[in-house]
C-alpha cells in the first residue's frame, strides 16, 4: 500500500501566522505538524508516500525531507495548484498509486491512541472499495457526517450538512483500493467548486463496498484548524510526552524500531539535531533498542 499526504491549502483561520509558512510546517509543540499525520502512516507500515501541496509550499517540505531515505522511507512531491478538494489528490497522484491500494491523511490531522497501529493494520488489508473511520463530536456541522442505524449499519454520508443526522464526523485518514483514481476522475464538482471526498465515499457506499470503524473514544484526533486549536494540541503532546516519557510522532524512532534504518542514520540524525530536547530523545531511544537486542 502506498501513502499520500495532503498538505495544501493557504491556511487561511491561522492568519497572519500561516502568511508566509505553510500550516502543515508549523510547531506542534516540538515538530512540525506534517510529522503527526506522516506517523500514522509510517505506523501502518506504508513506506511509498506522495506529499501534495502548494507549488510555493512544495520546496520546503522538499528541504525538510528529500527523498526520505534519512527514515528509510521513498517520498515522491506534487503541485495542488488551487484548493480544488481533497478527492483531486487521487487525480493527481494517478501515476504513483498505479495498481496499488492508497492511504490518505491529510496533513494537518493528528491521531493518537495505544491501539492506533491495530486499527491501521486492518485499514491496510483494503484491497477494494473503501476503509474510513467515524469519531464522536460536538460540532458535526463542520466535517463529512456518517449516519448509523441502531445496529450500526451505514445508511448515509453527508458533507457538512446544516442539521447533522448524527455526530459522528469523518476524520482524514482514508483508505481506498486502487479503483479510487478512477472512480476520482468521475466525480463532478460541488456547490464549493470541489471534488467531494464524501462523494467518493457515496460511490462506495452505494455499492456496498465502504467500511466505516468507529474510533474508541480513548482515542485522540485533535483539530489544529485555529490559534485556540493548535495552541490546545500543542499542550495535549507536552503534557503526553511529559506523562508516558513517550515522544509522540517521533519519525525516527518509528524507522529504527521497525528496522527501516540502521544505527548509522540514527546518530547522523542526533547529530542533525543539536543539543535540542528532540536528540536527547533519540539517544534515549537508541540505548532502548541495544538493550533490546
Not at 445496529?151 to 458533507?159: L, M, N, P, R, Y
Not at 455526530?167 to 483508505?175: E, H, K, R
Not at 510522532?249 to 540502521?262: D, N
Amino acid at each position: 500500500m502506498k501513502g499520500i499526504i495532503l498538505a495544501g491549502g493557504a491556511g487561511t483561520r491561522l492568519y497572519p501566522a500561516t502568511l508566509t509558512v505553510s500550516k502543515q510546517l508549523m510547531a506542534v509543540y516540538d515538530k512540525p505538524m506534517i510529522y503527526y499525520p506522516l506517523s500514522v502512516l509510517m505506523q501502518a507500515g506504508i513506506k511509498e508516500i506522495l506529499i501534495i501541496s502548494t507549488p510555493q509550499d512544495l520546496p520546503n517540505f522538499m528541504r525538510l525531507f528529500g527523498d526520505g531515505s534519512q527514515i528509510g522511507v521513498r517520498f515522491e512531491y506534487a503541485e495542488q495548484a488551487a484548493p480544488n478538494g481533497l478527492a483531486e489528490a487521487f487525480i493527481i497522484g494517478d501515476k504513483f498509486i498505479g495498481n496499488d491500494s492508497v492511504a490518505m491523511i491529510l496533513g494537518d490531522n493528528i491521531f493518537y491512541s495505544a491501539g492506533l497501529e491495530q486499527l491501521l493494520e486492518t485499514a491496510t488489508k483494503t484491497k477494494k472499495g473503501g476503509h474510513i473511520f467515524a469519531v464522536h463530536v460536538t460540532d458535526p456541522e463542520r466535517f463529512g457526517v456518517v449516519e448509523f442505524t441502531k445496529k450500526g449499519k451505514v445508511v448515509s454520508i453527508e458533507e457538512k450538512p446544516e442539521k447533522p443526522k448524527s455526530s459522528y464526523a469523518v476524520p482524514g485518514l482514508y483508505f481506498y483500493g486502487p479503483e479510487v483514481v478512477k472512480e476520482a476522475k468521475k466525480l463532478k464538482p460541488s456547490k464549493r467548486g470541489e471534488l467531494e471526498i464524501t462523494d467518493l465515499n457515496k460511490v462506495f457506499l452505494k455499492r456496498g463496498e465502504l467500511t466505516v470503524t468507529v474510533l474508541p473514544r480513548g482515542l485522540a484526533w485533535l483539530d489544529t484548524g485555529t490559534h485556540a486549536a493548535m495552541n490546545r494540541a500543542g499542550n495535549y503532546v507536552q503534557i503526553m510526552q511529559e506523562m508516558t516519557d513517550y515522544n509522540i510522532a517521533c519519525i525516527e524512532e518509528i524507522a529504527y524500531r521497525k528496522g527501516w534504518i540502521g544505527e548509522k542514520e540514527l546518530k547522523a540524525t542526533i547529530e542533525k539535531m543539536g543539543k535540542s530536547s528532540y536528540a536527547d530523545y533519540l539517544r534515549i531511544v537508541e540505548k532502548e533498542v541495544e538493550g533490546e537486542g
